[in-house]
């Protein structure tokens, strides 16, 4: 089965609590190690089933599966919805793009923009340069492979400016990716920059990790 994230969690990387400690504890990860983003909420555990439906939207040609994961982080991710932010998806490498037909995280903001009545803004941050898979790199090299892989062109700068941004994506693993595009659209004039994602991998949300704070 899917397992819903829900409180109590991290305020800010939205990672689950074994116990209460108070709307203000943050976890140990955010506290080590502050996102270049206000906040983050995913819909549900990486689990093995969250694995399968993931799979079939981003490689199994099921675009149509966008609908039912965005009326999920629709639920989860309600607090990031307020004060009219665009939405912007994980955008792929033109090459990357061609090969799959399509981009899973713009399916799953445009899915999300018509449940929560928000603008989509694809073409706001742009990945530079191809970037290996994530899949199966240590954290450590999955940062060193998306380091300085995203940009905000000059044009989309100008319609970002002063704007509120919640980032979409499909899995969170170690954060690297979410960290690179946050951290370039921030740059570029964002006032708030949050994230939004489908499924967290169990190894950063584990209840077994103490809050601290």
Not at 55 to 84: F, I, N, Q, V
Not at 121 to 139: D, N
Not at 179 to 186: D, H
Request: charged share 25%; hydrophobic share 45%.
């Amino acid at each position: 089965l899917l397992r819903p994230i829900s409180a109590p969690f991290c305020p800010v990387l939205g990672l689950p609590f074994e116990v209460p400690l108070g709307p203000e504890a943050r976890s140990a990860e955010a506290i080590a190690d502050p996102p270049p983003f206000d906040r983050a909420r995913s819909a549900v555990l990486y689990n093995e089933v969250a694995r399968k439906l993931v799979s079939r939207l981003k490689y199994g040609d099921r675009p149509e599966l966008a609908r039912l994961c965005a009326r999920l982080m629709h639920g989860a991710g309600r607090e990031l919805w307020a004060g009219d932010p665009v939405l912007v998806p994980v955008p792929l490498h033109r090459t990357r793009l061609f090969e799959r037909r399509y981009n899973q995280s713009a399916e799953l903001a445009r899915a999300l923009g018509r449940l929560a009545g928000l603008r989509v803004e694809p073409g706001l941050v742009r990945r530079t340069r191809p970037t290996r898979r994530q899949v199966g790199l240590s954290a450590d090299a999955r940062q060193r492979n998306v380091a300085g892989a995203f940009a905000v062109p000059a044009e989309a700068a100008l319609r970002l400016g002063g704007r509120r941004v919640v980032i979409v994506d499909d899995v969170v693993t170690t954060g690297s990716t979410l960290r690179s595009a946050a951290a370039a659209l921030g740059a570029a004039g964002a006032t708030s920059v949050q994230r939004a994602a489908v499924a967290t991998t169990p190894a950063l949300a584990s209840p077994l990790r103490r809050p601290s704070g």
